[in-house]
């Protein structure tokens, strides 16, 4: 089905269509198992109640050592180009990505950082306000992993515990055989592990799983943006004062109104919606989170 929300400019290609919940690349190293879209946010797509999501640009950043093709990586996927020649990131690029998750507009703001250490300080003042954080490395080179871990504390640094989607990215597929690959994939899969990062290896040259991650990437952060907005929701309408509206309780019970949605939350996570339009209260003059709680469930 196609979305009814926000027609700013021209509808999104087939391919950034995403009406089900993308494959993990391996469950070994995995941010969630679930092969479909939490209920809630299946329900709220469905009756177009995903609040300003679909208006919204999600933050993805993506950092990793100098050559290792974060900026291959990213025209591979935005643009479908790959260019054999090297040329260094001179501080911060980025490009916007359109998807249509679950019949809701939603797009990507994907920033390339450098990775030569010269343009190290103005690329990190870009790091603030991600969602996502993709950490690099080259499959032929250890070294590069061995430094994703000092990648991902310095971006973590600038956002929010617990605020962002980790990924570990294994580039340069195609020049390894299936088992030198498999071989630096133990190792990598250990560290996305100890990082709670999800890990993927691509290829930007043949495009191997490139559009498979992304997709990915999209759909995650696209269901805790929901999610979070429900969240925002349900915090502005403090007196709910009937059971029956809470549709998804603490400890990841099951809903009055909808007992087939047994999705587990995170304890401390209430969803609910008001009765009708007329209850809802002045946004002024509504209560705010005490504290956001992010954390979800795999
Ligand atoms: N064979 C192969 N080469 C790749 C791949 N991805 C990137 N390269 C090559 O690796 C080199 C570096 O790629 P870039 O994408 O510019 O690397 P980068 O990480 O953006 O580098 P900085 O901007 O300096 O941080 C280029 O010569 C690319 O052609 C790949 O998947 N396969």
């Known amino acids: 089905m196609r979305s009814s929300l926000v027609p700013l400019g021209p509808p999104v290609s087939q391919d950034r269509v995403i009406t089900s919940f993308p494959k993990c690349y391996t469950p070994a190293a995995c941010l969630q198992l679930r092969e479909h879209f939490h209920g809630q ?163 930007a040259k043949t495009g191997e799983n490139v559009k498979a991650f992304f997709s990915r990437v999209a759909a995650l952060a696209f269901e805790r943006s929901v999610l979070q907005d429900l969240e925002r929701r349900s915090s502005a309408w403090p007196q709910v004062g009937n059971g029956d509206l809470i549709r998804t309780c603490r400890n990841g019970g099951t809903s009055a109104r909808d007992p087939g949605q047994r999705e587990a939350l995170q304890p401390g996570l209430l969803l609910a919606e008001p009765a009708s339009e007329a209850s809802v209260p002045d946004p002024a003059r509504a209560v705010p989170p005490v504290a956001w709680r992010v954390a979800w469930p795999c």
């Open 41 to 203: 946010v299946s329900i709220a797509c469905q009756r177009r109640s995903t609040g300003t999501v679909g208006l919204r640009l999600s933050k993805v950043v993506v950092v990793g050592d100098l050559y290792v093709g974060k900026t291959s990586l990213i025209r591979r996927f935005c643009r479908n180009v790959f260019d054999r020649n090297y040329k260094a990131t001179i501080g911060v690029d980025f490009e916007i990505e359109r998807f249509e998750v679950a019949g809701i507009p939603y797009s990507l703001q994907i920033w390339d950082t450098a990775g030569q250490e010269k343009f190290k300080c103005i690329a990190s003042a870009y790091y603030r306000g991600a969602q996502v954080i993709i950490t690099t490395f080259d499959l032929t080179d250890l070294q590069t992993l061995d430094h994703t871990r000092q990648w991902l504390e310095d971006a973590l640094q600038e956002n929010e515990p617990g605020t962002c989607f980790l990924f570990l990215v294994g580039t340069k597929k195609d020049l390894l055989s299936g088992a030198a690959c498999e071989q630096v994939e133990v190792e990598a899969v250990r560290l996305a592990n100890e990082m709670e990062a999800e890990y993927w290896s691509v290829s």
